[in-house]
């Protein structure tokens, strides 16, 4: 069998073609990627001490299945963990079609309120739980470990009927037009890197509609846009307006924002011979959320840097995970009572040229069957207060909740 590349359908048509369990789908601002089928399975047993080896594998398997025959433009696609102890699930698929952004115009499809379906919800911790947590944190920062720990929360929402994930990616990408709506089958289970090796099933599917693009890499050209520092939309535009402006002069946000592009520019400095880090960072926004963005463009200095190379040199950015990063993730295992899986990790594809395009995994749920578990996570800096990261994680559950045509309701 050969692998299939075309470009003729439309970017609405890809997304109406995608299949859960059977497809990759991944639309961002400039082009909208949907592959099908599995040629091949890159191996991976945790991550953190084998980035070199994980690469190797994919050059390995990708000049493989050229030599065979089956592609002569192959790709890896899919996603990795937050933690780097669990097994990222990437593979070679034997069909790939592409297409522009999507577009949906002025006109957004009506979401259903689900009258039709109750859900059990177990949050994880509980809320007040979640506001020990940033307790703790504020402690460690306090005490000199940390100058920045992101804490997040899990929502698990159990229903009688099985997720329709395809319509809820319809959701996602007709309501977050501007981010990152992705797609992507994950092994049935997640197990250690020292567990027996398992089957990809394709049981569990990583959904969501992320804002934040980790890295893209062109040729020779590089992006990156973090995002760090939030605030809740508002239905009313005078005070929609006063938060965002608010959040752009707001002392402990942009200090939140700063770590992270110090960050990400000095994870990206050794890789590029230019790099423009804007001083100021600017607004973006979500259907839900108001973000402190920074968009960061740098020339790499050798064409044989891959964008997974980039990838795996900011993750987890700070953005994710905190400051310092190592004291941060461990805090962070201390802290948080569930495990993140492929929250915070990272969800993409890279070619044979190198050249790919990395989201960070957030504003989004990991659902199996009739079972979709959320998360939220909100950045504790010096001067957070736990009610107002509470709210903020509150705030971006309802990405996924309003897809599913649920409202706050169901948070309290």
């Not at 594998?57 to 996603?79: D, E, F, N, T, Y």
């Not at 809740?232 to 002069?249: G, H």
């Not at 190592?326 to 050249?355: H, L, S, Y």
């Not at 994680?393 to 309290?412: C, E, P, Q, V, W």
Request: glycine share 6%; hydrophobic share 40%; aromatic share 6%.
């Amino acid at each position: 069998m050969q692998t299939k590349t075309m470009n003729h359908a439309t970017a609405e048509q890809l997304l109406a073609e995608y299949k859960a369990g059977a497809s990759f789908f991944l639309a961002s601002p400039r082009q909208t990627l949907l592959a099908q089928g599995m040629v091949a399975v890159v191996p991976t047993n945790g991550y953190e001490n084998e980035k070199a080896q994980i690469m190797d594998h994919i050059k390995q398997v990708l000049k493989r299945v050229k030599q065979q025959g089956i592609s002569h433009h192959p790709m890896v696609v899919g996603a990795i963990p937050f933690d780097h102890l669990y097994p990222a699930q990437l593979m070679v698929p034997s069909e790939v079609e592409w297409a522009g952004p999507l577009s949906f115009g002025q006109w957004k499809e009506p979401i259903e309120q689900q009258t039709d379906r109750e859900y059990k919800v177990t949050p994880i911790p509980s809320p007040e739980g979640y506001k020990d947590a940033v307790e703790q944190g504020l402690q460690r920062i306090k005490a000199g470990d940390l100058r920045k720990i992101v804490l997040s929360r899990s929502l698990q929402l159990t229903s009688t009927q099985k997720v329709d994930i395809p319509r809820l990616l319809r959701q996602l990408a007709v309501h977050n037009p501007t981010g990152y709506t992705f797609a992507a089958a994950l092994p049935d289970r997640v197990v250690r890197a020292d567990a027996a090796p398992h089957e990809i099933t394709g049981n569990r599917t990583l959904v969501g509609a992320s804002p934040e693009l980790l890295v893209a890499k062109s040729g020779m050209q590089v992006i990156a846009n973090p995002l760090a520092g939030s605030a809740p939309r508002s239905s009313d535009p005078e005070e929609d307006r006063r938060r965002a402006q608010e959040l752009l002069s707001s002392a402990k946000n942009r200090h939140e924002h700063a770590v992270v592009i110090e960050a990400v520019a000095n994870a990206l400095r050794p890789f590029c011979k230019t790099l423009d880090v804007p001083e100021e960072p600017s607004l973006i926004h979500t259907e839900t959320m108001w973000h402190l963005s920074t968009v960061i463009r740098g020339e790499l200095s050798s064409s044989s840097i891959t964008s997974l190379d980039l990838a795996f040199a900011l993750h987890p950015t700070p953005a994710v995970c905190g400051t310092p990063t190592p004291v941060a993730k461990q805090a962070i295992q201390e802290i948080e009572p569930f495990e993140r899986g492929f929250f915070t990790g990272m969800v993409g594809w890279c070619n044979e040229e190198g050249d790919g395009e990395w989201i960070v995994t957030i504003r989004c749920a990991e659902i199996e069957d009739h079972t979709l578990r959320l998360f939220a996570g909100a950045g504790v800096v010096e001067g957070s207060k736990p009610e107002e990261e509470l709210a903020e994680t509150s705030a971006k559950f309802r990405t996924m909740l309003l897809a599913m045509g649920l409202n706050d309701d169901i948070l309290k």
